[in-house]
Antibody, heavy 117, light 112 residues
């Protein structure tokens, strides 16, 4: 079964850091581009970042550029999102998702990040 | 931040047909990029519903159908059922944006 499981969310103070992980199983992780998408409470989906299959190319939404870093370890079948200088507006459920020709499938169950003092 | 516009809500009685529009521009849907649709049931992660404008993944009922024309796309649900009550999002690619992936504003479908 193709599966993505996020972890690492929690409560962090403004200006703090957090690293999210996304463990992949059931498919050849190293063959796929991967993405992070977030959803603030009661709001819609917002694309955050993507990384290509070998980790050599990344891209970010303007709202997180310079603060967030996406990476992957293909040997561990794991995707990461390092989040620094966190702001209240970064509060959201963060989903990892596998990319296939432009669409996202599957998605992980999500991990909640709360930025608050 | 969303560049794809959807109606905030649509509703229908069981068995009826409802449609959800997704309006973009010349830098995304109008440029020929594919549209994909996701269903998000309450408290769960989004699930792929339609890919490549009109294709259903295995396991998705044929009550769900997608189409695209010009700068817009649509999702239709025929024979509406109680379990279809959810949020629906369109998604595409936008050549003018950093990273380029964009989602619609989302539509809440209510079964009366």
């Amino acid at each position: 079964e193709v599966q993505l499981v996020e972890s690492g969310g929690g409560l962090v103070q403004p200006g703090g850091s957090l690293r999210l992980s996304c463990a992949a199983s059931g498919f050849t992780f190293s063959s796929y581009w991967m993405h992070w998408v977030r959803q603030a409470p009661g709001k819609g989906l917002v694309w955050v970042s993507r990384i290509n299959s070998d980790g050599s190319s990344t891209s970010y939404a303007d709202s997180v550029k310079g603060r967030f870093t996406i990476s992957r370890d293909n040997a561990k079948n794991t995707l990461y999102l390092q989040m620094n200088s966190l702001r209240a507006e970064d509060t959201a459920v963060y989903y990892c998702a596998r990319a296939s020709d432009g669409w996202f499938d599957p998605w992980g169950q999500g991990t909640l990040v709360t930025v608050s003092s | 931040q969303s560049v794809l516009t959807q109606p905030p809500s649509v509703s229908g009685a069981p068995g009826q047909r409802v449609t959800i529009s997704c309006t973009g521009s010349s830098s995304n849907i109008g440029a020929g990029y594919d549209v994909h649709w996701y269903q998000q049931l309450p408290g769960t992660a989004p699930k792929l519903l339609i890919y490549g404008n009109s294709n259903r993944p295995s396991g998705v009922p044929d009550r769900f159908s997608g189409s695209k024309s010009g700068t817009s796309a649509s999702l239709a649900i025929t024979g509406l059922q109680a379990e279809d009550e959810a949020d629906y999002y369109c998604q595409s690619y936008d050549s003018s944006l950093s990273g380029s992936r964009v989602f619609g504003t989302g539509t809440k479908v209510t079964v009366l």
